[in-house]
T-cell receptor, first 108, second 112 residues
């Protein structure tokens, strides 16, 4: 069946540095690639998304890149801040399959 | 505008009982989907409704069921509860299926 692999499972970065999380998928039919952020005690929150006709999308410190040929999409966070600490999930929207999540830790 | 509202926030049930969880979507959203979140299995899709019709169903046993009302509010029901059903159940709504989900804070179900 369809699958999505998310890496790394845990990422610890110094405040101010960049963080990159990657999801690799097998379903060629997917055309929408969102990223969600989940803080403790809350539901996931959509932070950025991209459609398959675009290679990159940026929103302030957050960006998503998509490589449809290689079947992966990545979340990039620059100038990380303490409030970026959370669990991040990618979603393969066509099949509603979630990545396993990445726990991002921002070290002061 | 109000977000996605899930009730109750916390629930404790005994094995064998049944439970009904409620989700009120954002006004104007006609698509509602449900997810189970556990530390071991992560986020798993349960089912999705759009305009009162179930569009998609995840790989869960028939004990898990849901429905959507004409006002887009949705309920999910779990019968004959098992210990393994203990989880955070999340509801999400969107204007159309598969795009731009907004999640509620979830219902934490504990089965004892």
């Amino acid at each position: 069946g369809e699958n999505v692999e998310q890496h790394p499972s845990t990422l610890s970065v110094q405040e101010g540095d960049s963080a990159v999380i990657k999801c690799t998928y097998s379903d060629s039919a997917s055309n929408y690639f969102p990223w969600y952020k989940q803080e403790l005690g809350k539901g996931p929150q959509l932070i950025i998304d991209i459609r398959s006709n675009v290679g990159e999308k940026k929103d302030q410190r957050i960006a998503v890149t998509l490589n449809k040929t290689a079947k992966h999409f990545s979340l990039h966070i620059t100038e990380t801040q303490p409030e970026d600490s959370a669990v991040y999930f990618c979603l393969l929207s066509g099949q509603l399959i979630w990545g396993a999540g990445t726990k991002l830790i921002i070290k002061p | 505008k109000a977000g996605v509202t899930q009730t109750p926030r916390y629930l404790i049930k005994t094995r064998g009982q049944q439970v009904t969880l409620s989700c009120s979507p954002i006004s104007g959203h006609r698509s509602v989907s449900w997810y189970q979140q556990t530390p071991g299995q992560g986020l798993q899709f349960l089912f999705e409704y759009f305009s009162e019709t179930q569009r998609n169903k995840g790989n869960f046993p028939g004990r898990f069921s849901g429905r959507q009302f004409s006002n887009s509010r949705s309920e999910m029901n779990v019968s004959t509860l098992e210990l393994g059903d203990s989880a955070l159940y999340l509801c999400a709504s969107s204007l159309e299926p598969n795009y731009g989900y907004t999640f509620g804070s979830g219902t934490r179900l504990t089965v004892v």
